[in-house]
């Protein structure tokens, strides 16, 4: 593997909307240079906003609603941080924004401890087996026991938990974390802002009583003592498997703890990982390019309605200007303006390698899962597919706006916003959605950026499925479901069972059809 490959650090943050995600991120820009202070893009100071919350309504409602790429250096290191959205309405966008990284920051509040949101989102790295770094936030609040902590991260989480610092004192009289590798003590003093570095003996140097009190460093020394004792040594290879996780303790809105954090990512994390194809594995280090697509957006800049389709290098390298192949197509495309981004914020770039996320302009001919390379014909496998779960009719409430319209719901759900139906005995479009926040952002974003103000009618919905089968039974079976059967935009045929009695129905009297689940291509 070549030196910039090998530099190459790529992850996701993982937690709850409630866990701090958006002041660690900017601390880790803080840390590299990008912004000057937290909320604030270099030279660009009238900005207050978090710099990954970049749409309107996620400045106005103070969420996340779309993963963001940020790009910045640390250390030697080139990082490439997919900050995914927490709320559970928007995990197939947080889902697909795994499938790109090669490990992943799981933020969890010490006052709450393990969340829902945390725990369906850890399922996915399981799956992937991603390796995982812990960071327990907000110890200067009171919150809960440290042992409680690791023993609901290692039971909920299923994961084995190796405690890399340990702290001292919680809530008001939280004085600092305890390194267990290197015996140093990290002073936290949130009057004054002051932090210092301080080397010990061990966990028994009385200037840590002097600095903490009696009372405090007996508790720390009893969970030291069962951290060390009890619990297995860190295994770098359980580690790099997804079934062991460093676990550190801070403070990311008083900025401690952060830094120690960023670098362990550089020396833990790996760098660029083999990946599947449906041909073969593919080695990072290989002298071919290849990359996949695992997100598009349009409109970061609505002034010019731009379409930006987001890379993943998986190997090689390439160059500012250079033609790939575009596998789905055949067609061979040539990468004119690559960028790397600060949120919707982008500079052009002359080179990436495998590892790196950049964005390339989208004139409409990407979709999530596409493959490009240097020539070979092969496909990146693993890019997940989800069936809605709430649908609605949307009807416009301006009939001069339907161009408007048409192409909102045509770009909005290429981007894997929604996705969209033509209802075979109504002219009225029906989006299906996972979560039912993105029936707000779609309504939003139709206003916001196409002007095309429209009205959600929910339809309910015991089930979506997509069949196939022998022509003449598909056609039979269209036929007596018409009222149910829609066409999704590969034009293939999709029932939206209206309860469960219906599908069973279906299923007893169409034997020669599959209704599958998700869409098959």
Not at 189 to 213: A, Y
Not at 273 to 301: H, L, W, Y
Request: hydrophobic fraction near 40%; glycine fraction near 6%; include cysteine.
């Amino acid at each position: 593997m070549n030196e910039e490959i090998s530099k190459r650090r790529t992850f996701a943050i993982v937690s709850h909307p409630d866990a701090g995600k958006t002041t660690i991120t900017e601390k880790f820009l803080w840390y590299g240079n990008v912004i000057r202070e937290a909320g604030h893009v270099r030279a660009k100071s009238n900005r207050s906003y978090t710099v990954s919350d970049w749409m309107k309504i996620e400045q106005q409602r103070g969420i996340s609603v779309s993963s963001s790429v940020l790009n910045f250096p640390f250390e030697g290191c080139m990082f490439n941080l997919v900050d995914t959205p927490g709320h559970q309405d928007f995990c197939e966008d947080t889902y697909r924004a795994l499938t790109a990284v090669d490990a992943a920051l799981v933020l969890i509040d010490s006052v709450n401890g393990v969340e829902k949101q945390t725990i369906r989102l850890m399922n996915v790295c399981r799956m992937r087996h991603t390796p995982i770094i812990t960071f327990i936030n907000k110890m200067d609040l009171d919150g809960r026991h440290v042992l409680d902590l690791l023993d609901e991260i290692e039971n909920v989480l299923k994961i084995k938990v190796a405690p890399f610092t340990l702290p001292i004192g919680v809530g008001k009289l939280f004085k600092g974390v305890y390194c267990i590798a290197d015996n140093t003590f990290h002073t936290f003093n949130k009057e004054e802002g002051e932090q210092q570095l301080i080397q010990m003996t061990g966990p028994d140097d009385p200037r840590l009583v002097e600095m903490c009190g009696e009372n405090w460093v007996e508790q720390f020394k009893e969970e030291y003592e069962m951290v060390t004792g009890a619990m297995d040594p860190f295994d770098h290879e359980k580690f790099l498997k997804g079934e062991m996780c460093p676990v550190f303790f801070g403070s990311a809105v008083n900025n401690f703890g952060v830094r120690q954090l960023l670098n362990a990512f550089a020396q833990l994390a790996p760098p660029p990982m083999i990946r599947d194809t449906d041909k073969r594995p593919v080695d990072p280090g290989e002298d071919a390019f290849s990359a996949f697509v695992f997100k598009i957006q349009a409109n970061m800049d609505p002034k010019h309605r731009d379409r930006t389709a987001f890379l993943r290098i998986c190997s090689g390298s390439f160059t500012r200007g250079e033609k790939v192949f575009h596998v789905r197509t055949g067609r061979e495309i040539r990468l004119a303006a690559p960028t790397a981004f600060l949120a919707k914020d982008k500079e052009v770039i002359d080179n990436a390698w495998a590892g790196d996320i950049v964005g390339i302009n989208d004139p409409g001919l990407f979709r999530i899962g596409d493959t490009l390379t240097d020539g070979e014909k092969m496909s990146y496998t693993g890019i997940p597919d989800f069936a809605p779960e709430h649908f609605a009719r949307v009807t416009l409430l301006n009939p001069l706006k339907s161009k408007q319209m048409a192409k909102g719901l045509a770009e909005l759900s290429e981007e894997g916003a929604t996705q969209l139906y033509e209802p075979m005995k109504s002219a009225i479009p029906v989006i299906g959605v996972v979560g039912e926040l993105q029936f707000d952002v779609l309504k939003f974003r139709l206003q916001s950026e196409y002007g095309a103000d429209v009205s959600l009618d929910r339809v309910p919905a015991h089930g979506i499925r997509w069949v196939s089968g022998p022509e003449k039974d598909v056609n039979k079976f269209a036929e007596e479901y018409a009222m149910d059967c829609m066409l999704d935009k590969e034009r293939n045929l999709v029932c939206l069972f209206p309860n469960e009695y219906r599908l069973n129905q279906a299923i007893k009297n169409y034997e020669n059809l599959t209704f599958a689940e998700t869409s098959q291509g």
